[in-house]
């Protein structure tokens, strides 16, 4: 089984600023990596897919790198609808999926 | 505009089975992969089991492996889960999500999940 390994656990950011959230896989996936966002309350949300590329309605400020084992999310300039909580998953055929522990972005 | 219910979860002992099942509508449901991803109130996602649009291709977390069967009948629009042996620690609300493609990739549609819960 391949784990994900998300940090920070928790990151403080002011609104404004930049938030830069790591996922590291046990061994490659390729570009088969998403990124989701979770709030209280709510199911999650895709964010990203395919390592970079943003789904259907994401704002611009959020993009996705990497690719292999090191994958990094950064929202360019956090704003108050962005404090939550951020999951990484790497979908490499059924080898299982998994997903990452999850980081919290939380208001500074 | 899709939708995904969830149903069969209860109060369960462990040890005992239980059958979780998805009815899908709004989109071409033969056409994309399924999965069921579960999450303990407060806690993260585990992915549990996916199965791809002909069921071709069917995936299981280790924690499950053995126990549970993931199926689909695409006459039917619908997903099922069968969960035998249960432990304490299979608690958790279950989500029906859709997959991107027909074969495993990203989450695009969740449910609202089925709240399964094992103790005597």
């Known amino acids: 089984e391949i784990v994900m390994t998300q940090s920070p656990a928790t990151l403080s950011v002011s609104p404004g600023e930049r938030a830069t959230l790591s996922c590291r896989a046990s061994q490659s996936v390729s570009s088969n990596l998403a990124w989701y966002q979770q709030k209280p309350g709510q199911v999650p949300r895709v964010l990203i897919f395919?390592?970079?590329t943003r789904a259907t309605g994401i704002p611009a400020r959020f993009s996705g790198s990497g690719s292999g084992t090191e994958f990094t999310l950064t929202i360019s300039s956090l704003q108050s609808e962005d404090f939550a909580v951020y999951y990484c998953q790497q979908y490499n055929n059924w080898s299982p999926l998994t997903f990452g522990g999850g980081t919290k972005v939380e208001i500074k | 505009e899709v939708h995904l219910v969830e149903s069969g979860g209860g109060l369960v002992q462990p040890g005992r089975s239980l059958r979780l099942s998805c009815a899908a509508s709004?989109?071409?449901?033969?056409?994309?992969?399924m999965h069921w991803v579960r999450q303990v109130p407060g806690k993260g996602l585990e992915w549990v089991s996916g199965?791809?649009?002909?069921?071709?291709?069917?995936g299981y977390a280790d924690s499950v492996k053995g126990r549970f069967t993931i199926s689909r009948d695409n006459a039917k629009n619908s997903l099922s889960l069968q969960m035998n042996s249960l432990r304490a620690a299979d608690t958790a609300l279950y989500y029906c999500?859709?997959?991107?493609?027909?074969?495993?990739?990203?989450?695009?549609?969740w449910g609202q999940g089925t709240l399964v819960t094992v103790s005597s």
């Open positions: 709004g989109f071409t449901f033969d056409d994309y992969a």
């Open positions: 199965i791809s649009w002909n069921s071709g291709g069917i």
């Open positions: 395919g390592a970079s």
């Open positions: 999500a859709k997959d991107m493609w027909g074969s495993p990739g990203a989450v695009d549609y």
